[in-house]
């Protein structure tokens, strides 16, 4: 680095800090909670509500993808989570989303129960539960029994191989818990509409306290091959109050066997 | 399925681990220098990740009767033989497997028709001279099953027989990668945990199908009867340095040697020494065995990661499995 542009930096990492800590104000730091050692504490049951798993761009209702499900199966609206409103695609990759979306029924890695990949495991209608400690945060979704382990301040940790729920790499940026989601499967999509991306993705979440029972929950994505720029989804995360609320089961691989595995049962019409 | 995963714990050669004095004198070992460690909100640090590799089996083999442990001698013995076992490179030996072929001399295959996994997909099995995993019944073997039972597992069998690849319901919980059971006892494959602890929670993460068990620190009633899972309901407490942990509501279809949803399922996890975690679990279930039972695993610290175990994502031997069988059926009826 020259010295000249030392000065700058400086006055840039000022401006970063001045914007963390107006942020951390206005989430009434001195009200969230905090475990034993001071950090803000994200134990408990979280899940987001809204529309973002089925399409997280803007969106009008539109039907079911099979039409025996009627209004049950039928797509709510949603204002969108994507920052600016639209995934800034290269032309290629947005073609190839339009038609992953044309035929996600038949498609999407979650219909089939793969694990969801960050970030889309925090916004599936699922809840999913943070047992933080000091050096690991383990996150435990009900959809799939789904996990990953948090690394706390362990930037250096490579990921032994590449993984459908990714390797993340956690650190403090003030009460901000920063989490950098590397080496995810290239299969796993964003939502039912096709959003995709390639085994570059590089994904930074952002969780902070709102309030004792909200987070606000970001995620900046980055993936040269698919997208022209890096760009932010953003939602809040929210405390599930009900009393003794605990995660049950979505085991979930046992719904999908008669889709994956029916036509090879006895008597089952054999596609030759 | 598990052929595709790849991690360190299954390295080329498999290494017979000799941890001798450590597993042998696991409680004496803590007697002396060593403080158990205490989580930020002081409860006993069980913190890290956990291996399973012990080569003791679950039930005593009959050669050694009443005796609980090997002589220095019997010991020796089976050390000799396990390494030679080891550097056969022959097939994989899971669970008590490699126990038995030590005791025997043969290494059996699973899979005598095609053969197996080899021993390179295997890690270092660590010997203990224990001669069972269960402790009680004193004898170190599974009490006697109820008449309910026996006739229960009877009709099982006979149906697998019957109907081994019909459809994907007549295959095994595990091949289908819904579930290895709970408890997870088979040693050497995967068999790695890691313990997370809050103020009020523990995490018990399964490497083998990436299973997390979430366990609310309370003594609370369960969830309602109506409720049933694979893996149960549990519920945990300290009771002085010792994790209990007692699960209840399995469902019907929770197979564990032949019980399910009458079981009751009581564990207890007391860290014994540095690189010691003593898990002990107790079944209770009249409708099963005559009797409860108990049996003593000491898991060792390990330090590698846990590994993404993604099953169902790449179950590709599911299908062939299917397959093949309809192929069978086709062959057979000259189509």
Redesign the interface.
């Known amino acids: 680095m020259t010295a000249k542009l030392q000065p700058l930096l400086n006055a840039f990492s000022l401006i970063t800090l001045l914007i963390t800590s107006s942020l951390a104000a206005s989430a009434d730091a001195q009200n969230i909670p905090r475990?034993?050692?001071g950090k803000p504490d994200f134990?408990g049951i979280w899940q987001t509500i809204g529309s973002a798993h089925y399409d997280i761009e803007p969106h009008a209702a539109r039907a079911a993808p099979l039409f025996q499900l009627g209004a049950f199966g039928a797509i709510p609206a949603g204002l969108g989570v994507v920052e600016g409103g639209s995934i800034p695609y290269h032309p290629a990759a947005l073609a190839k989303k339009q038609d992953k979306q044309q035929n996600w029924l038949a498609e999407d890695?979650v219909v089939k129960?793969?694990?969801p990949g960050v970030p889309r495991a925090n916004y599936m209608p699922f809840p999913f539960?943070i047992?933080?400690?000091?050096?690991?945060?383990?996150m435990?979704y009900e959809f799939?029994?789904?996990?990953r382990?948090v690394?706390m301040n362990r930037p250096d940790f490579k990921a032994?191989?590449p993984?459908?729920?990714g390797h993340s790499l956690g650190s403090w940026e003030g009460d901000t818990l920063v989490i950098e989601v590397t080496e995810q499967?290239p299969d796993s999509w964003f939502d039912h509409a096709g959003n995709h991306h390639s085994a570059a993705l590089r994904v930074v979440e952002r969780y902070t306290h709102l309030s004792a029972d909200a987070i606000m929950y970001e995620a900046t994505i980055e993936d040269p091959e698919v997208f022209s720029r890096p760009w932010k989804l953003s939602m809040p995360l929210y405390r599930r109050l009900e009393p003794?609320m605990?995660?049950?089961?979505f085991?979930c691989?046992?719904f999908t066997?008669e889709l994956?595995?029916?036509h090879?049962?006895?008597g089952a019409d054999?596609a030759e | 399925m598990s052929i595709y995963r790849?991690?360190?714990h299954q390295f080329p050669i498999l290494r017979v681990a000799l941890v001798i004095s450590a597993l042998i004198s696991g409680t004496a070992y803590s007697q002396q220098d060593w403080v158990l460690p205490r989580?930020?909100?002081g409860h006993p640090d069980f913190?890290g990740v956990w291996a399973n590799n012990s080569v003791t089996p679950l039930q005593r083999p009959e050669v050694f009767a009443d005796r609980e442990q090997l002589s220095a001698e019997e010991f020796e013995q089976l050390r000799v033989k396990a390494e030679q076992i080891a550097s056969d490179d022959g097939d994989a030996l899971f669970g008590d497997g490699f126990f038995n072929a030590v005791l025997s001399g043969e290494v059996q295959s699973y899979d005598p028709a095609t053969g197996n996994y080899d021993s390179s997909w295997m890690v270092e099995r660590q010997l203990e001279n224990r001669t069972s995993l269960i402790v009680d019944p004193p004898d170190g073997r599974l009490p006697a099953m109820t008449e309910q039972a026996s006739t229960r597992l009877m009709a099982r069998m006979s149906e697998r027989r019957e109907r081994p690849a019909?459809?994907?319901?007549d295959r095994p919980l595990q091949e289908?990668?819904?579930?290895y059971g709970m408890p997870y006892l088979l040693a050497g494959y995967n068999s790695y945990y890691?313990i997370?602890?809050?103020?009020?929670?523990?995490?018990i993460?399964q490497e083998m199908?990436?299973?997390?068990r979430?366990i609310?620190l309370d003594k609370?009633a369960h969830?309602d009867d109506k409720?049933r899972?694979?893996?149960g309901d549990s519920r945990g407490y300290w009771e002085g340095d010792t994790l209990v942990i007692e699960t209840r509501n399995f469902s019907a279809e929770s197979d564990f040697r032949g019980a399910a949803e009458n079981r009751i399922f009581t564990e207890r996890y007391t860290r014994t020494g540095p690189d010691i975690l003593r898990y002990e679990f107790t079944v209770e279930d009249p409708t099963t065995w005559v009797s409860p039972w108990t049996a003593v695993l000491n898991y060792t610290r390990s330090e590698d990661?846990?590994?993404?175990y993604?099953c169902?994502?790449g179950n590709y031997a599911?299908?062939g499995i299917?397959?093949g069988?309809?192929t069978e059926?086709r062959d057979r009826a000259g189509l």
């Open positions: 475990t034993a050692d134990n890695p129960c793969y694990m539960q047992v933080q400690s000091p050096e690991h945060i383990a435990s799939a029994s789904a996990m382990i690394y032994p191989v993984s459908w729920m499967m003794r605990q995660l049950l089961e085991k691989v046992e066997e994956i595995y029916g090879l049962s006895k054999i | 790849t991690g360190i989580t930020i909100d913190q019909d459809s994907y319901l289908r990668c819904i579930t890691q997370v602890q809050s103020k009020d929670t523990v995490a993460i199908i990436h299973d997390v979430v609310p609370d969830i409720i899972l694979w893996h990661p846990i590994y993404e993604a169902h994502e599911l299908e299917l397959s069988a309809r059926e």
